[in-house]
């Protein structure tokens, strides 16, 4: 991995390097105790699976150096919603980032690029399978510049017979089977209410770079690193997509039930919804106690999670019949007293106000001064290396002559 040094310390405005104490200087101005500080990530990813992924490392201390083209990347213009004229989608997901803009088609921003492939420890890169090849920039001519690159490229569905089919979440939401599995058997079918495949392709790319990141730790030796849509959704419908592929069972739609447990799902109270999920016989038998009817955790049509599932419809009416007595608000208190899993159906800011009231501190500002914005936090705590958030998602091109400078003297020290 590329550590800082006094050199590139210095050229980046950053000031005197602090005593052992205190965190060390970052590149490019960034100061950090994360577990990835020093680490550069050349990004020239678009939307949204690469950026989600490159924000998550760069919580972790990396520098990573957003590469957009002349107009910004797509999702700058992704409105409504809108904070202070800028789209919330962009603010999402590229905090503690720097951005400099460059027109690949133009014979010295593409020498830039070049020399930010040979300045960084990690490229990734979302473009349409054949893009970066004829730019001189894919894997091949990357490691040419820069032998031990680690280069992480994202497609839709695949380089062979799926390069030519635009990688756009909702194609894969449809081609994958998962929209079969979303809504009631009687509906249509429907698309996740979030670009669900990005962002698990997103997780799964952050996984791969840092598997890699440890072999070249091992080894010196860089790699390609690559991923689908179509293979991340494929992996994280988990238990459906295994249905058929373990059970040769064809999975379908069945609302907000489980296919496999019961109680897991919705259910009626005196004045709206709860979420009960019964995971097993024992939180069954204790589900039963709290709501003071324990016979029906005997009657051997519900004893055991197969027989549930076959008289769900029976039980259903029971439990409904009982918990039409209080209301969602009265049994949730309830039942998470006895320690029983349950959940209030909410919008997204009870969402966040729930989490709140839990502690988790769901809302971080990223960034200083006068741009500070309020994000949600990193999913991730370490006990030794905390994330940070110094920087607000960028401005496009706020970082150019920082990323120059930078380039320059890295250039320079690379002859001295």
């Not at 991730?380 to 706020?398: C, G, H, Q, W």
Request: net charge negative.
């Amino acid at each position: 991995m590329k550590k800082p040094n006094a050199e590139s310390a210095a050229g980046s405005g950053v000031g005197p390097i602090p005593d052992a104490a205190s965190p060390a200087p970052g590149m490019l101005g960034r100061r950090g105790s994360g577990p990835l500080a020093g680490v550069v990530i050349a990004d020239f990813s678009r939307v949204l699976a690469g950026p989600y992924a490159t924000m998550l490392l760069a919580d972790m201390g990396a520098t990573v150096i957003k590469v957009e083209g002349p107009e910004g990347d797509d999702t700058r213009s992704y409105m409504p919603p809108v904070r202070d004229g800028e789209a919330t989608f962009f603010l999402a997901v590229n905090r503690n980032k720097h951005s400099i803009a460059l027109d690949l088609k133009d014979p010295e921003d593409l020498e830039v690029a070049r020399a930010l492939i040979r300045s960084a420890d990690v490229m990734i890169e979302n473009f349409k399978p054949g893009n970066m090849e004829r730019l001189g920039l894919d894997y091949t001519a990357a490691a040419e510049l820069k032998p031990d690159i680690i280069y992480a490229s994202i497609t839709g569905f695949g380089t062979g017979a799926g390069a030519h089919i635009p990688g756009y979440d909702l194609l894969v939401q449809a081609a994958s089977g998962m929209m079969s599995l979303t809504g009631d058997q009687g509906t249509q079918p429907y698309r996740a209410g979030i670009a669900l495949f990005d962002v698990i392709t997103g997780l799964h790319a952050a996984i791969g770079i840092l598997g890699a990141l440890h072999h070249k730790d091992q080894t010196g030796e860089g790699q390609l690193v690559e991923l689908n849509l179509l293979t991340s959704a494929l992996s994280g419908m988990v238990n459906q997509s295994a249905a058929y592929v373990t059970g040769g069972v064809v999975p379908t739609r069945m609302g907000n039930e489980h296919p496999s447990m019961y109680p897991y799902a919705p259910m009626q109270t005196g004045d709206g919804m709860i979420i009960i999920a019964t995971g097993n016989d024992a939180q069954f038998v204790r589900l039963c106690a709290a709501l003071a009817i324990p016979d029906v955790a005997t009657d051997p049509k519900f004893a055991t999670t197969l027989q549930r599932n076959a008289h769900r419809d029976e039980l259903r009416e029971i439990l409904h019949t009982v918990l039409a007595t209080q209301s969602a608000a009265q049994w949730f208190s309830q039942l998470s007293d006895a320690g029983l899993p349950c959940a209030p159906i909410q919008d997204v800011r009870g969402g966040v106000d729930f989490a709140e009231r839990l502690g988790l501190q769901p809302v971080v500002l990223a960034g200083s001064g006068m741009r500070r914005i309020p994000t949600v936090r990193h999913p991730v705590e370490y006990s030794r290396t905390p994330v940070d958030y110094p920087l607000a998602p960028p401005e496009l091109n706020e970082s150019s002559e920082l990323v120059r400078d930078w380039l320059l003297r890295q250039k320079t020290l690379a002859h001295a």
